[in-house]
């Protein structure tokens, strides 16, 4: 079997021969200290640890194809303050933002570690901003599409990796035009321009998405929507019921006319409340099922069984800790999953600076060896 034919049969529930081995993935300052623990300097550290493992594999990871979803045109990044140790910028999502200096501005574009950060205003504060701001949003735009679009289904015919079309969900993308508290406050005081809002943004991407699926062979359609605290979900689930489940179940539909097999929900936080309407929507995978919020995989899986897979839900904590602490975590996730698959098991979320390169490879090991790979 190849790496895709794994990947999509672990979660779909069927045979493999062996299971992806998908450790996670180190931020910058990870990095930096693993390049001053024995990761060589420049050295793809995947790469480099499968080299010491003596295990022949590219990372099974999905891949985006540059379908863009993100308004058009962005807004200008500019800097409106730099003083004491902060930047104050107005972002391309047209939100005014704080970030620490450490790190340039333009990080915003796309994460790169760690960095709190803090927002002062958002663009859509008004039905009149929310009128400018849908203008930014023509799934049709050509611009929308790589350039070799036409020419893909060709080059990926006999792929050996997961294609996925990625997208925010609605609660996200709602949450970076308003902001997260001026969203809930209207979810209760405007539930018809929330209503509203989120009718626009499922349209828009299905649209865009049938746009895509007609020229790029599409394996997984990828819902980022982070919309849980460490204990709570940061709506109800009665809530996103009502509001987002007839979403989820329009590209859910849109997903399996065009044969896609895997619909892969992403929201970090306590989701135990959420799953049962994931599933009632036909998402299939959920990831990264983080520990320090109280998931409990080997839980879910008695609860949920068949229902839905999962992707991570090895504690961060314990990969840091090392040793015994890591071993018994490890096997803790992967054992209600021997017989059965489901889950593809990794750190549940970006593997953080405090976990030492020796504990990382000696963790990435074990996986190795609970997924057939040694």
């Known amino acids: 079997m190849n790496n895709r034919e794994r990947y999509l049969n672990t979660l779909l529930y069927k045979p493999v ?13 990870t990095l930096r200290r ?57 972002d391309w999502m047209g939100a ?22 803090k927002w002062h205003k958002f663009p859509v504060e008004t039905k009149e901003d929310w009128q400018e701001m849908k203008k930014r949003y023509d799934p049709l735009d050509p611009s929308r599409m790589p350039q070799s679009a036409d020419n893909l289904a060709t080059v990926m015919n006999g792929r050996d990796y997961i294609s996925r079309f990625s997208v925010n969900g609605p609660f996200w993308q709602l949450r970076e035009w308003m902001g997260f508290e001026n969203l809930c406050v209207a979810f209760i005081e405007q539930p018809g321009f929330v209503s509203e809002m989120i009718d626009f943004w499922c349209d828009f991407v299905l649209r865009l998405f049938d746009t895509a699926a007609s020229k790029i062979p599409v394996d997984c359609f ?16 009665q809530m996103t019921r009502e509001f987002l489940l007839p979403v989820y179940k329009k590209w859910v539909a849109a997903a399996a006319r065009r044969g896609v097999p895997l619909i ?33 995989i080997a839980l879910f899986k008695e609860k949920f069984g068949d229902s839905i897979a999962y ?12 040793g015994l602490a890591m071993e018994s975590e490890v096997r803790r996730v992967t054992s209600p999953f021997t017989r059965s698959g489901g889950l593809i098991p990794g750190c549940d979320h970006g ?11 000696a963790y990435t090991k074990l996986l190795a060896q609970l997924t057939g790979w040694l």
């Not at 990761?39 to 990372?59: C, Q, T, V, W």
């Not at 990828?222 to 689930?237: G, Q, R, T």
């Not at 992707?311 to 090392?322: L, N, P, S, T, Y």
Request: one cysteine or more; charged letters at 25%; proline letters at 6%.
């Open 34 to 90: 693993w390049r001053t623990e024995g990761l060589p300097e420049g050295a793809d550290y995947f790469k480099h640890i499968m080299g010491l493992l003596r295990i022949d594999m590219e990372y099974p990871e999905a891949v985006d194809h540059h379908v863009n979803a993100r308004m058009l045109p962005i807004f200008e990044e500019k800097v409106l303050s730099h003083e004491n140790g902060h930047y104050i910028v107005q």
């Open 17 to 29: 021969d062996r299971r992806p081995l998908e450790p996670g993935h180190p931020r910058l300052s």
């Open 351 to 361: 593997v953080p600076h405090d976990i030492s390169f020796g504990n990382f490879v």
């Open 96 to 117: 005014i933002t704080e970030i620490s200096d450490d790190y340039d501005y333009t990080y915003i574009r796309n994460a790169i570690d760690f960095v709190t950060r």
């Open 264 to 296: 892969d929900m992403d929201s970090d936080g306590f989701i135990e409340g959420l799953i049962p309407v994931w599933i009632e929507a036909g998402i299939n995978v959920c990831n990264p099922i983080e520990v320090a919020a109280h998931n409990d």
């Open 222 to 237: 990828f819902i980022s929507e982070d919309m849980a605290f460490k204990a709570h979900s940061m709506i109800s689930p």
């Open 311 to 322: 992707r991570g839900g090895v504690d961060k904590r314990a990969i840091a800790a090392g």
